[in-house]
């Protein structure tokens, strides 16, 4: 029997010249797209390949199929939407990069894209389905340069119906999972189909290129809040074969395609599985367990660059340091890891982009309240307080960069290094994009040392493009951006031995709590940042705008 194509085609990483296009198959086979081939590699049975594209013209868009063994399989007589592309990119040229996070997979139809205040079960519309939808009668070179995910591709605790089915009808030994959550590398497969299967989606990832970073869900909620629940989550006889198939799937589904094709080629842990015959799970499993108990040992932060700006994604999840009983203070981000996105943040930028799929900066009364729990848990009143704050910081995700201060300090330290040009030109901006908190804002960041500022410096966060948040979740957080959210959560901070943070911010725009996604449009060392939510239809409509140019 032939070979069949069972996902993608996905277009991953995109440059003036090259390409790469991944694909799931059922069988062995050799992968062909635009004349370039690569033999697929297997994983617990599941077939995979990462086609590089090469010598393409910058700044055109070229049209391309993608055939198994010689024969064409994609895209299919019928399809409706237009036929894949590959848009390159060229100095000079403005461009355009769609971002957001966290979206729940569900069906497209009554109850699920109902108003979600409206129906317990309704999810509203989903942003990215409308994006694709918005898109697909355009001109190829008007899509998006890059579609960035930030975090939440799929919710291994949050299954979507189809799922869920497969899973009751599984005859395995799961250990105790939760039957309403994956367990292992097989139902992750499933999650990654049922997420980007739908035709609609499946055009857009095949068209526009794509990053992605892990976040929380994709894993577990609260996944690394503390050491405190790394412990307790280890006591689940469950949870090694989640954390082993959450990050070996990561690797194969979303990881490999983020990086360039000469990073790709330096990746150790490619070369071992192309030279590996048969199933490479056994070291896709090594790999994961390792990574999960040594984070230096797998770097997940990656750069992309489009023709002099830089996007620098940060793990901000794998690669925490959550401290030490001997005083090693926690960090969002290692040491190692720490000195790498230094790193690439210098240099000459037209605009740099730091991504983290959680936000730096968050409302100044919840911030107090963060770096107040930090303290707190740590012992600052006692191990009484220090166990009830560990229940309070998991059930209220206090875990954002304010709950780990030393990281916070070092952000800030790094925005003023590169705003004032010690690192290199100041770039035309220095934004920060996150998600995570399911609601939309813009805020201006501020120094306060002396001397003039070279760049505008924003935070942005984006989120949901499919998860909105409950009415009484909207107003606890509208509450928690009040002055007297931030004179309490001052007060408790300071009792708790909290300094004032190195830098100030004041909101630009938001909060939205719709379905949104938001676009970066840059030409040169100007552009601008504005957000969309979705309605029915499905259509985006314009919620408002930003420049990027001060």
């Known amino acids: 029997m032939a070979p069949r194509l069972v996902l ?43 086609v590089r594209v090469e010598g393409l013209e910058p700044g055109t868009v070229t049209r391309y199929a993608v055939a198994l063994d010689g024969a064409s399989v994609w895209p299919e007589p019928d399809d409706p939407y237009p036929a894949p592309a590959i848009h390159t990119v060229q100095p000079g040229e403005q461009l355009r990069v769609v971002w957001g996070s966290c979206r729940v997979s569900r069906p497209h139809e009554d109850p699920y894209d ?17 994006l694709a939808e918005g898109l697909r009668s355009g001109a190829a070179e008007d899509l998006p340069h890059l579609l960035l995910w930030l975090g939440d ?28 959550q994956v367990y292992d590398y097989e139902e992750y497969t499933w999650l990654y189909y049922d997420a980007w299967s739908t035709p609609a989606v499946r055009w857009l990832l095949s068209t526009v290129a794509s990053a992605m970073v892990f976040d929380d869900h994709d894993v577990h909620d609260d996944w690394n809040t503390s050491r405190s629940w790394r412990a307790d989550i280890q006591q689940e006889p469950w949870w090694h074969e989640r954390i082993v198939g ?5 690797w194969v589904y979303q990881h490999l395609g983020n990086l360039s094709p000469s990073a790709v080629d330096d990746d150790p842990l490619h070369a071992r599985i192309r030279a590996q015959e048969g199933d490479v ?36 999840r794998a690669a925490r340091d959550l401290g030490s009983d001997d005083g090693r203070p926690r960090r969002m981000v290692d040491r190692e890891e720490w000195a790498w996105v230094r790193e690439q943040a210098a240099g000459d930028h037209d605009h740099l982009f730091l991504a983290t799929s959680v936000p730096v900066f968050v409302g100044h009364g919840m911030h107090w309240f963060e770096a107040a729990s930090e303290a707190l848990a740590a012992g600052a009143w006692g191990s009484l307080v220090a166990r009830l704050t560990e229940v309070a910081r998991r059930a209220v995700d206090l875990e954002h960069w304010p709950a780990f201060g030393r990281s916070f300090d070092e952000m800030a330290e790094l925005l003023d290094d590169v705003a004032s040009g010690r690192t290199g030109r100041p770039p035309g ?15 201006r960041v501020g120094f306060r040392a002396p001397g003039a500022r070279h760049s505008l410096v924003l935070q942005a966060v984006c989120s949901p493009y499919r998860n909105p948040l409950p009415p009484g979740q909207r107003r606890m957080i509208g509450a928690l951006h009040t002055r007297t959210s931030w004179a309490l959560g001052r007060a408790l901070g300071r009792a708790a031995g909290v300094p004032d943070p190195p830098v100030g911010w004041r909101r630009e725009l938001g909060p939205w709590f719709d379905n949104q996604l938001a676009w970066l449009e840059l030409d040169g060392r100007r552009g601008r940042l504005r957000f969309q939510r979705s309605a029915p239809g499905p259509l985006l409509e314009d919620l408002g705008e930003v420049s990027l140019t001060d």
Not at 246 to 250: F, G, I, N, P
Not at 289 to 316: F, K, N, Q
């Open 8 to 50: 993608g085609p996905l277009l991953r990483h995109v440059d003036a010249t090259s390409a790469t296009v991944w694909v799931e198959t059922d069988a062995p086979a050799e992968v062909e797209v635009l004349g370039h081939t690569d033999r697929t590699f297997e994983v617990a049975g599941h077939h995979y390949a990462v």
């Open 114 to 130: 109902l108003d979600p205040e409206e129906d317990d079960d309704a999810f509203g519309v989903d942003a990215i389905q409308a």
């Open 153 to 180: 591709q799929v919710y291994a605790d949050d299954i979507p119906p189809a799922v869920q089915e497969r899973i009751e009808e599984r005859d395995i030994d799961r250990r105790g999972a939760p039957e309403d």
């Open 246 to 250: 959450a990050l070996a799937s990561y």
């Open 281 to 316: 799970l056994p070291l896709l499993r090594e790999t994961a367990a390792r990574a999960d108990v040594h984070p230096e040992s797998i770097r997940w932060s990656y750069v992309r660059d489009l023709c002099g700006t830089r996007i620098v994604v940060v793990d901000s």
């Open 429 to 443: 901006s220095v934004v920060l994009l996150s998600g995570d908190v399911h609601h939309a804002y813009v805020d």
